[in-house]
């Protein structure tokens, strides 16, 4: 394999800088050439690309987002579509293609491969965490330590008035940001898409917390349990409690990646290249049990990330 | 002056524990005793106070919030409600009181002087920057280093997107956070409630960095002009550019303090005591022009605190 | 077991506190009392302790150091001190202890269980991960994260004067630390004690990458490797090179635990107060490959932690 | 004025992208072409410049170092080399020249004006702060907040030990880094060059804490008043006191700029290039009482920055 491509798609996220950075070094150190295409399958269809040297990747390490940008191509929904970009890819000579990005991005690249035989390796980086056959997925590391710092200093607030205050993390359909953060935070409750939960029950450990002298509290909540606007109306309705809300949003994708983050995607990004030059396709890199190992991309897309109850029980007896 | 009262009031800010510690131990090296009541003016009404020893505000130099609680008391705004305050003081021996808040706590102060005979000394802390007679008041610096974290992450997706960001922070009537995190921030556009803009112009100059190769842009308003939400939909609506919000909350609040605010807190509050022991009232210590300074609390509830509006200027010539 | 001791002892890490937290609330959850010894074992031995409330470690989650506080209690390698010890516990009515600490500190509660008939659970604390049983130990995300913040601000100065620093990190036995930090950080070479390494082929290395264009570098080095301060001397007398050095010392030991390390701590804390309540004694509970488990006391102690080469190589691969 | 070109000189600073970018953007405003000449003055002499453009310095407002690159060039204090630089910026249509850097490079700039009749406009860019003329310089506030940072870390290691620590900062001659980050980190004693000082009256000092109760210190030394490791072993002699050492080393210098540093070397580096395109020359531009202004470089480079020595008293205080 002489040529590799390589893009970013979906949701940017801590570490795909790392990610880029250890394909591309990883493949060149394998004799191999580098093409990276830009805003990710968008870069194919649109001829966006440029071959990445070593240099290109100097200093990119320490760096939020990605340098080769991302996109959400809808078009490449389409078979046609995609038949069009494994056109452009042979036409470049690219036998081998690496994506970096979450799980709708991965979607794409099975395709792409079994449809038009362009050979794909996925690299799982979204701070969601909510891609099996990883875990945790390169971005999430960064994501919670923002929200942990946001939850810190919310905390401050927070005792100083002797307020409720629910705090609105990322996770449409998964508790995982939620439920680290959460737990690392101290809070008093989570409540995450995965586990019903009762608002009845949240005011009473509150009243409960009171009664043991505890005069301030924090309550994080997944994007997909409910909205912290909606909660905190709540809350004060049935409690009576002077209960502030915070929606964490899009700060919780940038950053500088933590040193979790920038090795977890060095060893992926470069497993990845290793893997496609060795003439492995269709599977993702991922971190499972302590190695970095390849899983079907078939058994990654079919396959939903459990959530760990054990955390929601403990975070529970922590705020005892 | 054998016995000092302190408290905090109004929303907190990072440094307030700064404050206190440099009241207690410059007051106590002077001989005095300092007493310390929760909760702001409600810890004088309801007897909720204690004797503060050295010992005592060791190690919160470094801590957000403040130990001795805030609140926001309504019944202050009666005068029969000051009366009593004012008897409170008296019986415990309190002769003057030190208080630790924004303008509200400050004309709360003012009031109680004048109708009590109780000495005061203001000690500004407020994030807003909002307090004429210090420039900035203590919480101020740590306040737009932590909205500038934000928008050095929102921008990695910014930039890794093409997308243009509505960054919203705190300041209902001023624009001091939005102007001084937006130049830090290298935001292309910032609006404030002191400077009339139009929204038509803010997508022409978005439209100009597009056609120089601009691809992504940060626009930071303070909640007094504008929300995020409005702001970014409108901007979707009249230009087509793809648009996200933010807005930073009650995140802003919190935190450990910076340097500055540590050092100034500390500066402030010991000429507070000093002051205060040495047989002024009615005054409020801040930061003028390099030196600390006591500013008549009439003088200080009267007068608006400026913009630097050559700053907004120089915001312009930098986004260019 | 209606009573059970606490203790953190040797170096200090972050999250020790978070560990605290943990195994108190857990305990008190399940209707022990917990007594916490302070300074390590010297506590036991000068009846230095007082009950833990759940109050008693309210927000302190979020904090470096140890609320406990630690020492290193050398009378403690006597088995005469260590049964005057088991006396005393015995005396105060503890079945059980747990110790939070280093290999140093479970070698001493591993003998103490084994001499006096006292059940005890380890918490392995420390930021070298030098323990067998876990990986990583409790604190080294928080030291490699603040190893990396230092690199980082170092490679600013390396770059802007074509320079080439050492950077010397803990680790007097285990390169860990440096192997971590470096290959987060980007770093051209690591040198640890484990592997042997050769001068001539760094300076080499570093003219082959001034060669390709890169005009500084970075090497971080484990304190038991050699000294920043000779290796930067013999870079410069061997190459030319203009060479810098920066010892990080104990600032690697403090600050507020990561989110990581906190999560860890919980749930390594929680499980040891789980098992010692249900029975177990002479293990230490740790991370193994995504669970948390038990492993005998005398595994850990007789049982090397081993580096991982792998990421070695893969260093050498990045710095290309 | 047509072309105006532009250097870093001396010890990096963060903040001097800042200022690189407020000067480029300034003059392009204003209708001028820039030079950017690498490496400080060499980059003169060895013809190494580029030309900048608005996007060139896109994105450097966020980042420690100087993207043009910075160096000591010894060469320049001959006043034939001062010549051929003359020269060498005449026939390049240079003019006007901003040197941004500590006094050394101002010194540089200074001569070459006088010498060879190019206009020359300083921007005081040094961690330092020993520059007459504005105070603080630019990263100054980033500095110091990197040395709070590692104080406030060891303060969590010395609490835990019950130990004394001394931390060594940068300043040969000055103590501004020791005293601000000293007060901001409540060390209990501050050792400068400007103010002597005994160390049996720290250890006296010491000896009081630990009679009032207070278990761990810090000492904050600047590099200059004496090292970390002998005062250290002195404490230890004279004491008895487990002490410990820090040395923060060029850890200082990089990081991300402040809030506070990103503004001032905006505004600063903004008023050089309007100062220098109006025909002013032989100036500095500084922040001085709340303002920028200029003043000639006679007067910046004759006269010693004054250390505040009511600060050392207050530190003083604030120990007790």
Do not use: W
Not at 198 to 205: H, I, T
């Amino acid at each position: 394999m002489n040529t590799i491509g390589l893009l970013t798609s979906g949701g940017d996220a801590p570490g795909m800088n790392a990610a880029i950075r250890a394909v591309v070094r990883t493949a060149l150190g394998r004799g191999a050439r580098v093409l990276g295409f830009r805003h990710g399958y968008d870069g194919i269809l649109e001829d966006d690309h440029s071959e990445m040297r070593s240099v290109d990747v100097g200093g990119i390490i320490s760096r939020g987002g990605t340098i080769l940008r991302s996109g959400r191509c809808k078009a490449f929904f389409e078979p046609a579509v995609r038949a069009q970009a494994g056109q452009k890819l042979q036409s470049l000579g690219v036998s081998g293609l690496i994506v970096i990005g979450g799980d709708g991005s991965l979607a794409g690249a099975k395709k792409l491969s079994e449809e038009c035989g362009i050979s794909v390796y996925g690299v799982p980086a979204t701070i969601d965490n909510d891609i099996f056959g990883t875990n945790p997925s390169i971005g999430f590391d960064t994501a919670i330590n923002t929200a942990l710092g946001a939850i810190d200093r919310v905390r401050d607030t927070a005792y100083s008035h002797d307020r409720v205050f629910v705090v609105e993390v990322m996770g449409r359909k998964h508790g995982f940001i939620a439920l680290e953060a959460g737990l690392a935070g101290g809070a008093e409750a989570i409540l995450i898409p995965e586990i019903p939960f009762s608002l009845n029950q949240v005011c009473e450990k509150l009243a409960a917390g009171t009664s043991r002298g505890k005069k301030s509290s924090i309550i994080v909540v997944a994007e997909g349990a409910g909205s912290a606007h909606q909660i905190s109306q709540d809350i004060r309705e049935r409690s009576g409690f002077e209960c502030r809300e915070l929606v964490l949003g899009h700060m919780q994708r940038g950053g500088n990646p933590t040193a979790f983050d920038r090795v977890l995607a060095t060893r992926i990004g470069s497993f990845a290249a290793t893997q496609l030059m060795n003439g492995r396709s269709g599977e993702m890199a991922g971190f499972m049990n302590g190695a970095i190992v390849g899983t079907p991309l078939e058994t990654v897309l079919s396959t939903d990330q459990p959530i760990d109850s054990e955390r929601l029980l403990l975070a529970d007896v922590m705020a005892q």
